[in-house]
């Protein structure tokens, strides 16, 4: 069982920064990485970002394209945190952010994650 806890959302001016964070407790090795997805009211859920464990090769990250150059995904070397830099936030961010743990590399699509967080708001005004 893995247990995922969100922080870091807020509510923040167009073109201002957040940074979410997303520690993760219990068995994460055999998971093949971790991602951001984000979800508003009335539409499904939207893959942001994710990043391939160390395990599974480089370490490669993955960009929605409404986020590429603004968004960027890290996470630490025991695979325990992983963090999303948020830069030159556009109202249309926001959403409610939800972290993950991949159970396969279909890392675009939410039915390739097994455990989710709680989700944190992301506020961004005009």
């Known amino acids: 069982q893995v247990h995922l806890v969100e922080s870091g959302g807020g509510l923040v001016q167009a073109g201002g920064s957040l940074r979410l964070s997303c520690a993760a407790s219990?068995?994460?090795?055999?998971?093949?990485?971790m991602g951001w997805f984000r979800q508003v009211p009335g539409k499904e859920r939207e893959f942001v970002a994710a990043i391939r464990y160390y395990s599974w090769g480089s370490g490669a990250t993955y960009y929605a394209d409404s986020v590429k150059g603004r968004f960027t995904i890290s996470r630490d070397n025991a695979n325990t945190t992983v963090a999303l830099q948020m830069n030159s936030l556009k109202p249309e961010d926001t959403a409610v952010y939800y972290c993950?743990?991949?159970?396969?590399?279909?890392?675009?699509?939410?039915?390739?994650?097994?455990?989710w967080g709680q989700g944190t708001q992301v506020t961004v005004s005009s």
């Open positions: 219990g068995r994460t090795v055999n998971s093949y990485g």
């Open positions: 993950a743990v991949a159970r396969s590399p279909r890392y675009s699509d939410p039915g390739g994650y097994a455990y």
